[in-house]
């Protein structure tokens, strides 16, 4: 596609830090549709066609701000963040600088674009069901245009929404962990993965639900991690990774991905194991809400 068609949703700049060390624009790339892994570079892996672009005759879009924004405020702080590995040693500007990079990536990727269609859809299916008061047949599905869903995105990356977001994870505790296993930390089209054993399963994936972990490959040998120091240990800043622990955040990865998984080599094979046992994954129009209603209210969660 032309160059100005070709519009990233993970940063470049980002990805290069889990390219080949002899190759710093040459990635590993596993797709879970295919169950098969190829070699590609930066610029081709984490993009769709005119992502951004609401108008294509009028070629309104959000690619080129976000360029400009990232080599402007978010590459220092990423950047600096991986040569400190403390965020007591940043300042104020460069964190919050810092969190505005990671609540755009957190709603700035297909995975969050999909989760909006699939909650609108449901949400819809459910209010229909309501309505005709009887089970719709199973054959009857509702759906909502890619245009539609695609604006609908677009308004989440407005700048209040990014505040609030950004404001949200300032305010959790931070710790950055490190991998000296030997094995690589993957991340993927959705970098940001959540995990919560408290709570309903599904129901209690929100940055201040209680148990909330979140983690944010920063490298393939760094690992960002927020966790409630209410419910777990306390974790020292720049503690060692297990290789249980870089198995399940790899595993978190595989879950939260759209499609594509990224590493710095070909090790996928816990992917495909673990596909095996838990094949929706593979699908990119899975479900991502559990939801249910009882006459007054529906009750959503992610799953």
């Keep these: 596609?032309?160059?100005h068609e070709r519009q990233h949703y993970v940063p470049k700049f980002y990805l290069k830090n889990f390219c080949d060390v002899s190759n710093n624009r040459q990635i590993c790339c596993y797709d879970k549709v295919t169950n098969k892994s190829f070699v590609t570079t930066i610029e081709n892996i984490a993009?769709?066609?005119?992502f951004y672009t609401a108008n294509k005759k009028l070629?309104?879009?959000?690619?080129?701000?976000?360029?400009?924004?990232?080599?402007?405020?978010?590459?220092k702080p990423y950047y600096k963040l991986l040569e400190v590995r403390n965020f007591k040693k940043m300042s104020q500007d460069m964190k919050k600088d810092f969190f505005i990079f990671l609540s755009v990536q957190l709603v700035r990727t297909e995975e969050f674009?999909?989760?909006i269609k699939d909650l609108h859809e449901q949400v819809l299916f459910k209010l229909a069901e309501e309505t005709y008061d009887k089970p719709i047949p199973e054959e009857i599905k509702i759906k909502i245009s890619d245009i539609y869903s695609k604006l609908e995105h677009l308004l989440f990356m407005d700048t209040d929404t990014i505040f609030d977001f950004a404001k949200y994870l300032f305010n959790?505790?931070?710790?950055?962990?490190v991998n000296k296993t030997g094995n690589n930390l993957w991340t993927s089209d959705n970098p940001i993965s959540f995990y919560n054993s408290f709570g309903r399963t599904g129901h209690n994936l929100g940055l201040?639900?209680?148990?909330?972990e979140v983690r944010f490959a920063l490298s393939k040998d760094l690992l960002l991690f927020s966790y409630d120091p209410e419910t777990h240990p306390l974790i020292a800043n720049r503690s060692k990774m297990s290789y249980n622990d870089i198995l399940f955040a790899n595993q978190l990865q595989l879950v939260?991905?759209?499609?594509?998984?990224?590493?710095?080599?070909?090790?996928?094979?816990?992917a495909t194991e673990s596909l095996q046992r838990y094949p929706k994954y593979k699908n990119p129009e899975r479900s991502r809400?559990?939801?249910t209603s009882d006459h007054s209210k529906i009750d959503f969660g992610r799953i």
Excluded: A
């Excluded at 070629?59 to 590459?75: A, D, M, S």
């Excluded at 201040?208 to 909330?212: A, K, L, N, V």
């Excluded at 991905?257 to 094979?269: A, G, L």
């Design 1 to 3: 596609m032309p160059e």
């Design 47 to 50: 993009i769709g066609k005119l």
């Design 59 to 75: 070629k309104i879009g959000h690619e080129e701000g976000l360029t400009r924004i990232e080599q402007e405020y978010f590459v």
């Design 113 to 115: 674009r999909l989760q």
């Design 172 to 177: 959790k505790l931070w710790i950055v962990t």
């Design 208 to 212: 201040f639900s209680r148990g909330i």
């Design 256 to 270: 939260s991905s759209t499609r594509f998984i990224y590493s710095p080599t070909n090790d996928f094979e816990s």
């Design 289 to 291: 809400w559990d939801m």
